[in-house]
Every structure is written in structure tokens, then in C-alpha cells.
T-cell receptor, first 115, second 110 residues
Framework: DAGITQSPRHKVTETGTPVTLRCHQT?????MYWYRQDPGHGLRLIHY???????DKGEVSDGYSVSRSKTEDFLLTLESATSSQTSVYFC??????????????FGDGTRLSIL | QKEVEQDPGPLSVPEGAIVSLNCTYS??????FMWYRQYSRKGPELLMY????GNKEDGRFTAQVDKSSKYISLFIRDSQPSDSATYLC??????????FGGGTRLMVKP
């Protein structure tokens, strides 16, 4: 198994509160990704990182921010959580100089419920 | 139209059956194709990764790509109850980002 740890694994919080999810990898891979998975939509990319302090937006980035201060850690923050952000969040990693066309390996997800 | 389409199922088969899972895609520029398996409450796990048209085998699994029809398939031979999971196809788009199908839920009954 790829060395990816997501924390917390489950979280319930209230609308309007800030939430931070953490992804930690032990593979020293350059690329890290945050996805959300929802019924009827599959996996959708939120943000990704191609190096320390280098990040870019994905398909569904509104309402989310990310930070990567170390190779091994990639944080996803919901500044003011909304009920539409209730989802399962997956972190993924991939190696490669440009990250292109390299398979991504996933963590086991964080189930986030926003009431 | 979604870039990658997949029948959500569920697909129910008896143990030992040959399973065929399929995806269609819209962009002929797509070149790299993957299949992931996802068990309930777990992350997707890479099963197969292929580039060219034709078949690629790995044990009981065969991935098939038909670029002329923009159609990819995953075949599972001698299916087992442990194969019960959701299968996701994934394709690298022009921006080198993965686009996923919605997944097909497979149930293999003993």
C-alpha cells in the first residue's frame, strides 16, 4: 500500500466553521491531490500540488484552499464549511518529474459531514 | 456530455463468471487509461494502467482499449466474491489530470 495517511478519518461539524483535512505521505512523491467523491459525480479534483508551496486549482476549487509547506504534507481547508461540502475527501499522490501520466495512489479518505 | 461515461450498475454475477466492465470517452486525444477498484469505505486502488490500443493482462484481469471507438473495457475471469467492489475507469486528459468515470458497482455472489 502507498504510504498515505489521511486525518481525521471522520468529522462532523457545523455550517460556517473552518475545517482542515490533512494528508501525509511517506513516499516522497512530488505530486499530491485532493479529490471529493459524491454519488452521481464520481471523483472530482479540488486542488493539487506539484511541489512545496506550488499548488493549482482543479475542477471544483471554489470554497477550498490548500497549503503544502513540506513535501510530505498537503492540507485542505474549508474556510467556512457549507452543507454542499459534505462529502468523502480523498488524497492522492503521484511521482514523476512533471507528474504527467503517472498513476495516482489514493488514501482511504475522510468522511466529512456538515450539519 | 461527460468526458468519461460508465454504467453505474449494480452488476450482479455468480461466482466464476466472466465480468465485462466498460467505459466510453469523448476526447480522441486521451491516450492513457487506468482502472481502479474501490472497496466500500476505502480509497481507489490501481488495478491496471495501459497506453496503447489492444489488450493488457494481469492475472485474472484484462484491460482492453479501442481508441477508434473510444471505448475501454476491463474483463475479470473466474470472478470471486472478493471482486465485489466499485470499479472506476480513469483517463488522463490533455492537461495531464485524471478524469474519472462514475464507477460501476459489481457484486459477485457465491
Amino acid at each position: 500500500d502507498a504510504g498515505i495517511t489521511q486525518s481525521p478519518r471522520h468529522k462532523v461539524t457545523e455550517t460556517g466553521t473552518p475545517v482542515t483535512l490533512r494528508c501525509h505521505q511517506t513516499e516522497n512523491h512530488r505530486y499530491m491531490y485532493w479529490y471529493r467523491q459524491d454519488p452521481g459525480h464520481g471523483l472530482r479534483l479540488i486542488h493539487y500540488s506539484y511541489g512545496v508551496k506550488d499548488t493549482d486549482k482543479g475542477e471544483v476549487s471554489d470554497g477550498y484552499s490548500v497549503s503544502r509547506s513540506k513535501t510530505e504534507d498537503f492540507l485542505l481547508t474549508l474556510e467556512s464549511a457549507t452543507s454542499s461540502q459534505t462529502s468523502v475527501y480523498f488524497c492522492a499522490i503521484s511521482e514523476g518529474v512533471q507528474g504527467g501520466n503517472q498513476p495516482q495512489h489514493f488514501g482511504d479518505g475522510t468522511r466529512l459531514s456538515i450539519l | 456530455q461527460k468526458e468519461v461515461e460508465q454504467d453505474p450498475g449494480p452488476l450482479s454475477v455468480p461466482e466464476g463468471a466472466i465480468v465485462s466492465l466498460n467505459c466510453t470517452y469523448s476526447n480522441s486525444a486521451f491516450q492513457y487509461f487506468m482502472w481502479y477498484r474501490q472497496y466500500s469505505r476505502k480509497g481507489p486502488e490501481l488495478l491496471m494502467y495501459t497506453y496503447s490500443s489492444g489488450n493488457k493482462e494481469d492475472g485474472r484481469f484484462t484491460a482492453q482499449v479501442d481508441k477508434s471507438s473510444k471505448y475501454i473495457s476491463l474483463f475479470i475471469r473466474d470472478s470471486q466474491p472478493s471482486d465485489s467492489a466499485t470499479y472506476l475507469c480513469a483517463i488522463f486528459n490533455a492537461g495531464n489530470m485524471l478524469t474519472f468515470g462514475g464507477g460501476t458497482r459489481l457484486m459477485v455472489k457465491p
